[in-house]
């Protein structure tokens, strides 16, 4: 059963090589068919990776048969193996649904290299979230920023361009910071390990005070940059609403969160609880998380655009994940996964719905968007579905974040950040919920629209429809997802 | 001030980061931008560079015989950076690129011109 073991490596290494066959072959319909083959077959992978783990208990992976500190080594734990089958299950998704749907986006011509960027940005995500060495982690950052700019330019317009370069711009700046950092632990420790890392800090942590600051400083902002953390995501709404649908949708709910997997191994498994709580960096998180939880409603209110809200809205839920880190409690811990993998199957089915709505009525503006529940019935339940889990009904994944976010408040002692929860809540229904009213129930002004004539047909739903079952199951089953993480935690 | 001397390697580094840092932030020419991002890649190849450098020994390539650990310097950080400056070298030119494409579409790299131009 050793072979199972390399399950995670290959799982990468398909999704690169298939990536580079990709441009040789001349038939966009096959492109698509290897796309959603590769992702499948990682999902395969990583599932019976995960069940291994469950039974075995954790394991490092070693690469090239070198000895861990010379080589390279992943950690396969339950938790890298969970967020793994996400990435895999939520790009096979979107992958298929841009089936029916990229050649309105982008350029025949292109179809080919933009497929290849979506490999290669996956497969760089899972080697970040695999990856126990400082250094790989850092190469993998660099090709996921150069495939994700890539993936927001492919359309070719102007503000494609100009969101691209001020995408790049921003997120060079947080690698630059990132690789800052590394060489300040490895300045330190002369490990790029992070078992190791952690190993030398530990003995030797008060002989650097100020050093561990500045490094938990500089990979805070350079992380904090690349995943939106609020006075740092002035990129993020650009980005995320001129890309083309399935790249918004892939950028929201998988590279955002790539990075906070990231920050949480900085945090956890390189410094460890013991120095993390000698400074003042959970506070600092739990402020900007704060922050951003309510900023982010505020400014997604004033949009105009329907793609614009639903990025604002990111920069909020973000604000959600950093706020559970900077909880600093074990159940924070859990509830930021659980934050990533709720937000990920939402904001995902969010994403793709809007996409198909524009596509079909050619409207970008929300107050053009009256009567639109009349012509596209099902798209526009599956978003009303998706939006209420962002405001947190019950039984959706949204509402068991916000349950269990405010109990660890009560826990900590800190009962105004419930009332920053309500609010954030409060301010998310006050954006979301006119949109699907005014789609439903607006008759005056939906008489000249015809029931169903733009409705896309059910198989080109269907990835749509899934995303939401696979959300419900996420919301329902949530006592076993929150116990699965506890136990790779303890 | 005695620490900034005797480590004035690292001292370098850190104002060309600080430079290449203002730079990117506060120019408004994208050609000056990405200057400014070079710098910054620089300075961290400088500092990691200088940490693997250890004073009166010879470069890893063994010429007759090994003479032992301690007679090398230290060669991750430099093969390290052979890595950083592929991945500097492939950012410059994807964001050169993308400023080429700019100039086509606005007629102008100054970023505030840009702004006020908006997507009309």
């Given at each position: 059963m050793t072979i199972i073991k390399s399950f995670p490596l290959i799982g990468v290494l398909i999704l690169y090589l298939i990536a580079f066959i990709m441009?040789?072959?001349?038939?966009n319909s096959l492109v698509k068919f290897l796309s959603v083959i590769s992702f499948s077959t990682c999902l395969i992978l990583f599932i019976t990776c995960l069940r291994y783990v469950i039974y075995n208990g954790s394991y490092f992976y070693k690469i090239g048969h070198f000895d861990a500190p010379y080589g390279i080594e992943f950690k396969i734990g339950i938790i890298e193996c969970v967020i793994a089958v996400l990435f895999a299950f939520i790009s096979l998704m979107v992958s298929w649904y841009s089936c029916y749907s990229i050649e309105h986006d982008i350029d025949e011509r292109k179809i080919p290299l933009y497929y290849l960027l979506i490999n290669i940005l996956v497969g760089s995500l899972l080697g970040i979230v695999f990856s126990n060495d400082m250094f790989n982690v850092y190469v993998f950052i660099e090709i996921g920023n150069l495939a994700s700019c890539g993936i927001v330019v492919v359309k070719g317009k102007k503000e494609n361009i100009k969101a691209g370069l001020k995408y790049l711009i921003m997120s060079c700046l947080g690698s630059g910071l990132v690789l800052m950092g590394i060489a300040f632990l490895y300045s330190m420790t002369g490990h790029l390990n992070m078992t190791y890392i952690h190993e030398s800090l530990i003995k030797s942590y008060m002989n650097y005070p100020q050093a561990i600051i500045i490094t938990l400083g500089l990979f805070t902002v350079g992380l904090g940059v690349k995943s939106a953390l609020f006075p740092l995501h002035t990129w993020l709404p650009d980005a995320h609403s001129s890309a083309p649908t399935s790249s918004s949708a892939i950028l929201s709910s998988l590279v955002l969160k790539a990075y906070v997997i990231f920050l949480l191994k900085i945090l956890y498994?390189?410094?460890g609880k013991e120095i993390i709580f000698n400074t003042p960096i959970l506070n600092i998180l739990l402020i900007l998380g704060s922050l951003g939880m309510i900023m982010g409603s505020i400014l997604a209110?004033?949009?105009?655009?329907l793609k614009r809200i639903i990025a604002y809205s990111s920069v909020a839920q973000i604000g959600y994940i950093y706020f559970a880190i900077g909880l600093g409690t074990e159940l924070g811990v859990v509830m930021c996964i659980y934050h990533i993998i709720g937000h990920a199957v939402t904001k995902s089915a969010l994403f793709l719905c809007s996409g198909s709505i524009i596509e079909k009525?050619?409207?970008?503006?929300i107050t053009n968007l009256i009567g639109v529940g009349k012509e596209m019935p099902y798209t526009l339940a599956l978003f009303f579905i998706s939006s209420l889990s962002l405001v947190g009904i019950p039984l959706l994944p949204g509402f068991v974040s916000k349950w269990y976010l405010a109990i660890d408040s009560i826990g900590v002692n800190k009962l105004l950040l419930i009332i920053i929860i309500l609010a954030s809540s409060l301010l998310n229904a006050v954006y979301y919920l006119p949109i699907s009213i005014n789609g439903f129930f607006d008759e005056e002004n939906s008489g000249g629209k015809i029931y169903k004539s733009k409705e896309k047909t059910i198989k080109e739903l269907m990835p749509i429809a899934i995303l939401v079952i696979a959300m419900f199951y996420v919301g329902i089953n949530s006592e076993g997802i929150i116990n699965l993480i506890k136990t790779a935690l303890a | 001030m005695e620490r900034l001397i005797t480590n004035y390697y690292e001292t370098a580094s850190i104002i060309l980061f600080g430079i290449g840092f203002a730079t990117l932030l506060l120019h408004s020419n994208l050609i000056k931008k990405i200057i400014g991002m070079n710098i910054m890649d620089t300075s961290v190849m400088l500092f990691l560079i200088a940490k693997g450098y250890i004073q009166g020994n010879v470069a890893p390539i063994i010429v007759d015989e090994f003479k032992g650990v301690s007679e090398y310097v230290n060669p991750i950080p430099t093969s390290l950076m052979l890595t950083g400056i592929v991945v500097a070298v492939s950012t410059t030119a994807l964001a050169l690129a993308l400023t080429i494409k700019m100039y086509e579409k606005y007629g102008t790299i100054e970023l505030n011109e840009i702004l006020e131009k908006g997507d009309e």
């Open positions: 441009p040789l072959i001349k038939k498994r390189v410094m209110m004033f949009q105009k655009d009525t050619c409207q970008k503006e | -």
